[in-house]
């Protein structure tokens, strides 16, 4: 049963471990690896409109969200750029939101302050879907994250997981530890330069730091020997100062290293923190990650819809 229709998405501890593996089973509904191509799909949300609002810059959560709607017959509204919207005359973010809201189904909003999803969601009377709030929260990523692991280790618990970057800002991180902590079994690593560790909140019992020097990374993950190696960028615009002494980066050598079983995972974009010359390994799954966030934003516009 979809209990899930009229729900505002906003944020991956809203939701229970069995509702995340009730979005992931619906979201092989739409991956042509387990399900052959279904022209029917097309007809899942015809006469619906997806108003699609990102006050930031995005690639992968802004495209996917348009295809997704278009693959399940929906139309699209929206903008990427507020400047050229009334905002720039003025007009406030709780307005905005009870505009657009007028003209559409659902909402899928990108916005830098954290709060905002939550926010726009007090003020909507359709669901609202939280595309990344600042810092905050960036539940659909959480999910297509939880979605790649299912779909290449198997399953989601009794897994090492080495965070490797900077657990103290990097969002995805968080995400991934909070939907990973409703399984059980797992152990977390943060893999990080001192000064960049995992901030209290998103820890337990199961979480341990590995505070090195990034220059020892190689070796440090061939010690810890992890099952999925969840790599992000260092987010420079959150770190005061000089950014560039966190610097590393996962190479061929990294690779090496690892289990042969393991996985490099990266919600990307990246910048120079994985080199390009892994993308050939069957470890790295990234691009693949990035592909599995338009099953699940496939489901997720679905369910919110009532349509399955
Ligand atoms: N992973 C992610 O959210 O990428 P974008 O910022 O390009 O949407």
Same mark, same amino acid.
């Given at each position: 049963?979809?209990?899930?229709? !009229?729900?505002?998405?906003?944020?991956?501890?809203?939701?229970?471990?069995?509702?995340?593996?009730?979005?992931?089973?619906?979201?092989?509904?739409?991956?042509?690896?387990?399900?052959?191509?279904?022209?029917?799909?097309?007809?899942?949300?015809?006469?619906?409109?997806?108003?699609?609002?990102?006050?930031?810059?995005?690639?992968?959560? =802004? =495209?996917?969200?348009?295809?997704?709607? =278009?693959?399940?017959?929906? !139309? &699209?509204?929206?903008?990427?750029?507020?400047? $050229?919207?009334?905002?720039?005359?003025?007009?406030?973010?709780?307005?905005?939101?009870?505009?657009?809201?007028?003209?559409?189904?659902?909402? /899928?909003?990108?916005? #830098?302050? *954290?709060?905002?999803?939550?926010?726009?969601?007090?003020?909507?009377?359709?669901? /609202?879907?939280?595309?990344?709030?600042?810092?905050?929260?960036?539940?659909?990523?959480?999910?297509?994250?939880?979605?790649?692991?299912?779909? /290449?280790? @198997?399953? +989601?618990?009794?897994?090492?997981?080495?965070?490797?970057?900077?657990? &103290?800002?990097?969002?995805?991180?968080?995400? =991934?530890?909070?939907? $990973?902590?409703?399984?059980?079994?797992? @152990?977390?690593?943060?893999?990080?330069?001192?000064? &960049?560790?995992? #901030?209290?909140?998103?820890?337990?019992?199961?979480?341990?730091? /590995?505070?090195?020097?990034?220059?020892?990374?190689?070796?440090?993950?061939?010690?810890?020997?992890?099952?999925?190696?969840?790599?992000?960028?260092?987010?420079?615009?959150?770190?005061?100062?000089?950014?560039?002494?966190?610097?590393?980066?996962?190479?061929?050598?990294?690779?090496?290293?690892? #289990?042969?079983?393991?996985?490099?995972?990266? *919600?990307?974009?990246?910048?120079?923190?994985?080199?390009?010359?892994?993308?050939?390994?069957?470890?790295?799954?990234?691009?693949?990650?990035?592909?599995? !966030?338009?099953?699940?934003?496939?489901? &997720? +516009?679905? $369910?919110? $819809?009532?349509?399955?």
């Amino acid at each position: 049963m979809n209990k899930f229709k !009229g729900r505002d998405i906003i944020d991956i501890n809203d939701f229970t471990k069995e509702d995340l593996l009730f979005i992931l089973k619906t979201a092989r509904r739409f991956d042509p690896d387990y399900v052959k191509k279904d022209r029917s799909n097309y007809e899942i949300a015809q006469g619906k409109i997806a108003a699609v609002l990102f006050f930031e810059p995005s690639t992968r959560t =802004q =495209q996917s969200f348009s295809s997704a709607a =278009q693959k399940i017959g929906m !139309g &699209l509204i929206g903008f990427n750029d507020p400047e $050229l919207t009334s905002i720039h005359k003025g007009e406030s973010f709780a307005d905005t939101i009870r505009i657009m809201m007028a003209y559409a189904d659902v909402m /899928v909003i990108r916005h #830098p302050e *954290p709060g905002s999803a939550r926010k726009a969601a007090e003020v909507a009377d359709i669901p /609202v879907i939280n595309a990344g709030d600042g810092p905050n929260s960036h539940p659909t990523q959480t999910m297509l994250d939880m979605y790649t692991i299912l779909k /290449v280790c @198997k399953r +989601l618990d009794n897994l090492k997981i080495a965070f490797v970057g900077d657990p &103290l800002h990097y969002r995805a991180f968080h995400g =991934q530890f909070s939907a $990973l902590s409703k399984f059980s079994g797992n @152990k977390f690593y943060g893999v990080s330069p001192k000064g &960049l560790e995992m #901030p209290e909140e998103f820890r337990n019992s199961s979480y341990h730091d /590995v505070v090195i020097d990034m220059k020892n990374l190689d070796k440090t993950l061939t010690e810890l020997k992890p099952d999925i190696v969840s790599v992000g960028r260092i987010p420079k615009e959150y770190i005061k100062g000089d950014a560039t002494k966190y610097d590393f980066q996962v190479t061929v050598n990294t690779i090496k290293g690892l #289990p042969r079983h393991a996985i490099v995972m990266h *919600p990307l974009p990246r910048v120079n923190e994985l080199d390009p010359k892994i993308d050939v390994s069957p470890k790295a799954v990234y691009f693949k990650q990035a592909r599995n !966030g338009l099953y699940i934003r496939e489901a &997720l +516009l679905a $369910l919110v $819809l009532g349509r399955i």
